[in-house]
């Protein structure tokens, strides 16, 4: 596995490093997003659907009282928010393995209950707020070979669409 490590000086930056992540996405990639609260996972989400071509009248926010949100999409899109899940009871009470389809993209906030569940990881995401600053965020990810393009396009200046 590689590491990448980013910066984002904005919730718009974040937004645009969804949306090229989006490109290298396939139907079954189940993806970890790591962080504590505010750190920006919902606002990539918000980019990956923009680049799935979710339409921009559709509002995407933290699935934390529904655990998921699905859009309809180039490959659709699931957006799980695991924040509220106390223990691997709860999580398999949700039956959430039979939810994550094989033809979906699946993005997972508060991932951590659900990682020994998943078969592979082909990304995951770390975000980062140290604090010192109100808009810096650190984005780790963490990838596969599969993911080498990718990498090569993220670069710090995320300022263009
Ligand atoms: N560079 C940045 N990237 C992302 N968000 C930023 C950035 N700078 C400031 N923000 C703000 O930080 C907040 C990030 O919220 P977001 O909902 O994406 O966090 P989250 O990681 O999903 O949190 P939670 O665990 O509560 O769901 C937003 O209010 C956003 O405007
Ligand atoms: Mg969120």
């Known amino acids: 596995m590689k590491k990448k490590v980013i910066q984002s000086f904005s919730p718009e930056q974040t937004q645009n490093i969804g949306k090229i992540c989006s490109a290298w996405l396939r139907p079954g990639d189940c993806i970890p997003l790591f962080g504590d609260l505010g750190s920006g996972k919902t606002c990539f989400v918000q980019g990956v659907a923009k680049g799935l071509g979710v339409s921009d009248s559709i509002i995407v926010n933290s699935p934390s009282f529904t655990l ?27 039956e959430l393995m039979d939810l994550i389809a094989g033809h979906c993209i699946t993005l997972i906030e508060w991932p951590q209950l659900i990682i020994p569940k998943l078969h592979e990881i082909p990304l995951q995401i770390d975000f980062v707020w140290d604090m010192t600053s109100e808009n810096r965020r650190t984005l780790v990810f963490t990838a596969d070979s599969r993911f080498n393009d990718l990498f090569r396009s993220l670069t710090n200046d995320h300022s263009g669409n």
């Not at 998921?68 to 928010?81: F, G, Q, S, V």
């Open 68 to 94: 998921i949100n699905c859009y309809e999409a180039r490959i659709p899109l699931y957006h799980i928010d695991l924040y509220r899940i106390n223990s691997e009871e709860e999580l398999e009470d949700i």
